[in-house]
């Protein structure tokens, strides 16, 4: 195996086409950030959008903003320009609530089509918060539906005539394996059942098309590759032959068919504005809009194939540089089943996560032994990949992971 | 009765120990604004808020943010702020997701505490929104709860044991009319059913003793009389004593007793995090916390006294200056069971407030013919009153509200 140098790398960022949009972005100057699968970091274009909210459309707009800055069409105008990253089409996607709040909605629809069914299936190890919500589903629904979890490779195998809804995160949050959303899609339909995935780790990193695929449902993160400020409001994609069936059960008024007419009786808008719960949050929907403009602008084949290429070059500068150090590589070698993030597993990781955070270099760590570092192909350079794994080899070399300022937990997100 | 006069109002406001407030609040010259129960205006400190939030926090702290700005205890830190503001104690009210999504949250975990019973009592022309999330866990919890709307002057009546639930809003949006918290909240103990109070339009504009009433469970909005900005987050209270049963269906990670140990089962936080769900939306809570300790910092009682002379005030134009237009006042005269708004009558409500708005005053209306006029008494003066009503004179006198631009129906908020 060729050795690479950072000059090398250096020459693969003078060849990149995308390697322009990295001076869209805010980025401190000295800081290597591979954490923007876990919040992704401010478009330039954020400052100006953001004042123009406060002080203007807030400001002086005050409630007329509702229709004079168009407030109103918010989710919708966001949703259909996110509908481009993954897709679907247009009123399919609306911009909402947190990933959470909409997993819970879609989740309880889908069962409500699907009654009869009583099973949930997922994959243990799933992102936390996705198994959360559909216990909290199960539980409310009192024995109608259970959670099932079976791990990732016999999914395909459990799901049948029983299966109500399959809800799976298409990249793994920790690992970054990417399952094949067409066949498992497939499969559901097959035996009746419906699929909503989650898009949290997928959209702005790697091309999805779920009309393509045939996807029922699906939600997403809009903080993370999409680059929409810390708490971002999510989104949420129903297909639109499910649209007019799908009664959610968080119907609140910006959900109904004429949500200011102030009407006793909810009654649900036709389309996609049905999956709409409270107030818009305004401020954060704006700014997402700002990340999701950046992101349509650039090729997503020419992101993931920078993506790919980063992960190959890491998982290469591991073996070559740290080997002999303890690591072992977590996320699949064969790129194409591999989201835009690489996982070391290590057994000192949360004290060398923060060796390598006091050094400026920014991963993240992910219990109980994973570090874990995200390729953002706008915003991150080859040489990016060369300095993390230097500092990683300093690191091991002079056993910094080892200071006892580094052992101690805090909050880690 | 005395006739007013301008120069009158002058001196009321000359008078006025909160008329300082109002250089805090950045309004534009000229504009007269009785709309904040509906959106609350900027904070002058919320513009230099926003940017550290923004421009600091997130573009520079990055994931560290967490940790370093205390973004994880934003709900819990301007929650326990709004205690201060309802009567409630540390660590019974956080900041989170919309005031729709939290009704559910804690109305579905009310009737699980109360299962058995199969009533929630609300009343018709309750705020719309909170009728559909009900109608929506009805129909979620199919058939184990109905939704059950009476008169609220025969609320006190139809509490009974099969009272799961009441759900009221403390000021009503559109009359303005205050319901007894204490005389509701004691009848439902008396008959072992729990309270849920919308303190949406209390929360800031009338004082609320939530734990001296016993109250159970509450919900407020953000972004009226708090002006916390446009869709801010909502926030809601649980009475310590129930915080141990309560088990909400959104159970996301950030109620999670250990969020980022990423296990795979749901365990509630202890006490009042449990009702959290997703991520934080951290530009809105902290942009939320401004428009809170400016609240904070002012007399709750002062604020009250002003808001009734207004409202006294402002009838007493009406009545002097608008007889024979037409004009019927909605809201009840006696000053002890009004909120902090005056609503009016009139079967050209509509056109008449777009003619206002065109003249620089902005109020609301809600369908099908209500004028409503809010009282903010950090930023309204008794000269802004009398100004509005002066402009409602002229538009009467000149049938301007006849002109035909003033009568196309736009969306309203």
Redesign the interface.
């Known amino acids: 195996m060729n050795s690479f140098t950072r000059e090398q790398c250096a020459d693969f960022d003078r060849l990149d086409e995308l390697a322009e949009y990295r001076q869209q972005f ?1 980025l ?1 100057e000295g800081l290597i ?1 591979m ?1 923007g699968n ?2 992704g ?2 478009p330039k274009a ?2 100006d959008r ?2 123009e909210v ?2 203007e ?4 707009g ?6 004079t800055a168009d ?2 069409n918010l989710p919708n105008r966001v949703g259909d320009k996110i509908a481009g990253l993954i897709g679907a089409g247009e009123g399919e996607v609306v911009v909402a ?5 909409n997993l ?1 909605k879609l989740a ?1 629809a889908a069962v409500r089509m699907r009654q009869g069914r009583s099973k949930i299936l997922s994959e ?3 992102f ?2 996705d ?3 559909l ?3 199960e ?4 024995g ?1 539906v259970r959670l099932n ?1 079976v791990n990732r490779n016999d999914i395909l195998d459990a799901i049948d005539e029983d299966t109500a809804l399959v809800v799976l995160t298409h990249v793994h949050y ?1 690992s970054g394996d990417m399952f094949d959303m067409a066949a498992i899609t497939q499969r559901a339909h097959e035996k009746g059942a419906l699929v909503l995935w989650d898009l949290s780790h997928s959209v702005g990193a790697v091309p999805v098309q779920l009309n393509e695929a045939g996807v029922d449902l699906a939600i997403g993160c809009g ?1 993370k590759y999409l680059n929409g ?6 989104f949420l994609f129903v297909a639109k032959r499910h649209q007019e069936q799908l ?10 068919a004429n949500s ?7 009654e649900p808008a036709p389309g996609i504005k049905r999956t709409l ?9 704006s ?1 997402l809009e700002v990340g999701v403009d950046i992101m349509l602008s650039a090729s997503m084949s020419r992101i993931r194939e920078k993506s790919l290429q980063m992960g190959d070059l890491f998982i290469k500068l591991v073996e070559q540089r740290l080997s002999g150090f303890g690591f072992e590589i977590a996320s699949s070698k064969d790129a194409s089943i591999r989201g835009s993030q690489v996982s070391l597993i290590h057994e000192q990781g949360f004290a060398i996560m923060q060796a390598l ?1 006091a050094r400026n270099v ?1 991963g ?1 760590f ?2 109980p032994n994973i570090l874990r570092f995200g390729f953002t192909p706008l915003y991150l350079r080859y040489v990016d990949l060369w300095d993390c794994v230097d500092a990683l080899v300093e690191i091991m070399e002079q056993e910094e992971w080892n200071r006892p300022e580094f052992k101690k937990l ?4």
């Open positions: 805010d401190e950030y954490n876990s919040l970091v401010l954020a400052k953001v004042q406060v002080h459309e807030w400001g002086r005050l409630i007329r903003s509702w229709n407030w109103i609530d947190s990933t959470s709040v819970f309880a243990p190890g799933n936390p918060t198994l959360y919500i216990q909290g589903l539980k409310f629904q009192q109608q979890t920790k903080y400020g810390p708490g971002a409001p999510g009664e959610q059960p968080l119907s609140g008024w910006f959900g109904h200011f007419a102030m009407r006793d009786d909810y719960c409270g107030t818009t949050p305004v401020i954060g929907a700014l955070i920014i993240d992910r219990a805090t909050a880690v997100t």
